[in-house]
C-alpha cells in the first residue's frame, strides 16, 4: 500500500558529504513524521533524525551540527544531508514514515529498504 524508497547512499572518504533521498508513494492520506535510521555492522537499528509534519527536527547527539534533515511535504519526500562524514558513520540507513491511509485510521510506521552508506578512513 505505501512504499518508501531510498536513494543516495555510497562510498566516501571521511569528511566528505552525501546526500540521501527517501520517497514516499502509493495510497497515502497523509505522512506525520519522518526520519532517519541507520543500522552499523553487527549493532541494532539506532535513530538519526526526525522530522515533523511542521518541521521540528530532532537528531541523535552523534549527528548533531553535522546532518540536516528536510522534507518536501509536496513530494512526499524527505532528505538527510550528511557532511563532515566519519568511518563510524558507516551503515545502512533507514527511512522511515508515519502514514495516514485513510481519515478512518491512524497513522502506522513504514519503512524503507535501506542504503548503504560507506565512510573510509
Known amino acids: 500500500q505505501v512504499q518508501l524508497v531510498e536513494s543516495g547512499g555510497g562510498t566516501v572518504q571521511a569528511g566528505g558529504s552525501l546526500r540521501l533521498s527517501c520517497v514516499a508513494s502509493g495510497n497515502i492520506f497523509r505522512i506525520n513524521a519522518m526520519g532517519w535510521y541507520r543500522q552499523p555492522p553487527g549493532k541494532q537499528r539506532e535513530l538519526v533524525a526526525t522530522?515533523?509534519?511542521?518541521?521540528?527536527?530532532n537528531y541523535a547527539d552523534s549527528v548533531a551540527g553535522r546532518f540536516t534533515i528536510s522534507r518536501d511535504g509536496a513530494k512526499n519526500t524527505v532528505y538527510l544531508q550528511m557532511n563532515s562524514l566519519k568511518p563510524e558513520d558507516t551503515a545502512v540507513y533507514y527511512c522511515?514514515?508515519?502514514?495516514?491511509?485513510?481519515?478512518?485510521?491512524?497513522?502506522?510506521?513504514?519503512w524503507g529498504r535501506g542504503t548503504q552508506v560507506t565512510v573510509s578512513s
Open positions: 522511515n514514515s508515519r502514514v495516514v491511509i485513510s481519515s478512518r485510521v491512524d497513522e502506522r510506521g513504514y
Open positions: 522530522i515533523t509534519s511542521g518541521s521540528s527536527t
